[in-house]
């Protein structure tokens, strides 16, 4: 059974902002509108939007892309998850927006790189979902830096005020880097792992929007 839609009144959106995320009626949609949006490179300093300010501001970045999706997921009567994607050092984290159709999962996802996008409902759970991440995931120098997975993060038991809050959301992504999470190696699999080819280091390089 499916969780209750989300309700204008209950999203606190205006009647034209949650009709703008109402009309992404299924996961292609809302990916498709997130690839409009530029990506926030946070020139002012680091953001963490709400899905009101970040659609004001006409850019976002993965946290941001993350919860506009969760949203426009919740109004269909979906349970609006996200999931955390955690790596060593210096990389950085990405998070995604959880989806699933015929039993099967797939994510959405905001990201400025040919990598780490969207991924078809095909994977039969979370974990081989997240490893499909995993060789795409490494820094300039080839090393892959993949390590470990939120469980799903259920953005309705917060409550709403992530949707429309005036202020930095960097307490709900505190919470969500201290929720409960999964490691995908070993100490062991992680000195063997073989560094990312030239070849793909350089596609990797290329980017959807400019600084």
């Given at each position: 059974?499916?969780?209750?839609?989300?309700?204008?009144?209950?999203?606190?959106?205006?009647?034209?902002?949650?009709?703008?995320?109402?009309?992404?009626?299924?996961?292609?949609?809302?990916?498709?509108?997130?690839?409009?949006?530029?990506?926030?490179?946070?020139?002012?300093?680091?953001?963490?939007?709400?899905?009101?300010?970040?659609?004001?501001?006409?850019?976002?970045?993965?946290?941001?892309?993350?919860?506009?999706?969760?949203?426009?997921?919740?109004?269909?009567?979906?349970?609006?998850?996200?999931?955390?994607?955690?790596?060593?050092?210096?990389?950085?984290?990405?998070?995604?927006?959880?989806?699933?159709?015929?039993?099967?999962?797939?994510?959405?996802?905001?990201?400025?790189?040919?990598?780490?996008?969207?991924?078809?409902?095909?994977?039969?759970?979370?974990?081989?979902?997240?490893?499909?991440?995993?060789?795409?995931?490494?820094?300039?120098?080839?090393?892959?830096?993949?390590?470990?997975?939120?469980?799903?993060?259920?953005?309705?038991?917060?409550?709403?005020?992530?949707?429309?809050?005036?202020?930095?959301?960097?307490?709900?992504?505190?919470?969500?880097?201290?929720?409960?999470?999964?490691?995908?190696?070993?100490?062991?699999?992680v000195r063997n792992l073989r560094k990312a080819e030239e070849i793909e280091i350089?596609?990797?390089?290329?980017?959807?929007?400019?600084?």
């Amino acid at each position: 059974m499916r969780p209750q839609s989300l309700s204008i009144h209950s999203s606190g959106l205006t009647k034209q902002e949650w009709q703008k995320l109402k009309n992404l009626y299924n996961p292609k949609k809302i990916q498709n509108f997130l690839n409009t949006i530029p990506f926030n490179f946070e020139e002012g300093g680091e953001t963490h939007h709400s899905v009101r300010y970040a659609l004001k501001s006409g850019k976002a970045h993965c946290f941001e892309g993350a919860l506009i999706a969760a949203v426009a997921l919740w109004i269909q009567g979906r349970k609006p998850l996200i999931l955390d994607l955690v790596t060593a050092r210096p990389d950085l984290d990405h998070v995604v927006t959880l989806f699933q159709e015929d039993g099967r999962w797939g994510a959405i996802s905001k990201t400025n790189h040919p990598v780490l996008r969207y991924r078809d409902p095909v994977y039969r759970s979370v974990r081989e979902l997240v490893m499909s991440y995993f060789h795409e995931y490494f820094l300039e120098n080839g090393q892959k830096t993949l390590r470990s997975f939120s469980k799903p993060f259920d953005l309705s038991r917060i409550g709403t005020t992530w949707i429309t809050s005036r202020e930095n959301l960097a307490d709900l992504a505190h919470t969500l880097d201290q929720s409960p999470h999964v490691r995908i190696l070993s100490a062991k699999q992680v000195r063997n792992l073989r560094k990312a080819e030239e070849i793909e280091i350089k596609a990797g390089d290329r980017v959807e929007y400019k600084r």
